[in-house]
């Protein structure tokens, strides 16, 4: 599968964005999705992923404010990110592993390319 993202931009904090995740290929549905993000000078982190079948985590930082969602029909996977702040600007990385949710890089083996998201005060 192949992964391409979008949906960044600049927002005010307080404000919400929708990432999206589009996958090629016809195992989507076998795919657990995970988003992570990358700010300036920070290691990469997982945000939220969710599995073949639905299951979801989040990172503590966005719970409550982010959810994670997957239309199997459209092969995309969305990231809902309300009251953003600018502790959430960032490159973010959809990614893709076969059936199970995986909260480290690694662990991936597939990933698109990153959307920015600037939040800014």
């Known amino acids: 599968v192949q992964l391409q993202a979008s949906g960044g931009g600049l927002v005010q904090a307080g404000g919400s964005l929708r990432l999206s995740c589009t996958a090629s290929g016809r195992t989507f549905s076998s795919y657990a999705l995970g988003w992570f993000r990358q700010a300036p000078g920070k290691e990469r982190e997982v945000v939220t992923a969710i599995s073949w079948n639905g299951s979801t985590t989040y990172a503590d930082s966005v719970k409550g404010r982010f959810t994670i969602s997957r239309d199997s029909a459209k092969n995309t996977v969305y990231l809902q990110m309300n009251s953003l702040g600018p502790e959430d600007t960032a490159v973010y990385y959809c990614?893709?592993?076969?059936?199970?949710?995986?909260?480290?890089?690694?662990?991936?083996?597939?990933w698109g390319q990153g959307t920015l998201v600037t939040v800014s005060s």
């Open positions: 990614a893709g592993l076969r059936w199970n949710i995986a909260t480290l890089p690694g662990d991936y083996d597939t």
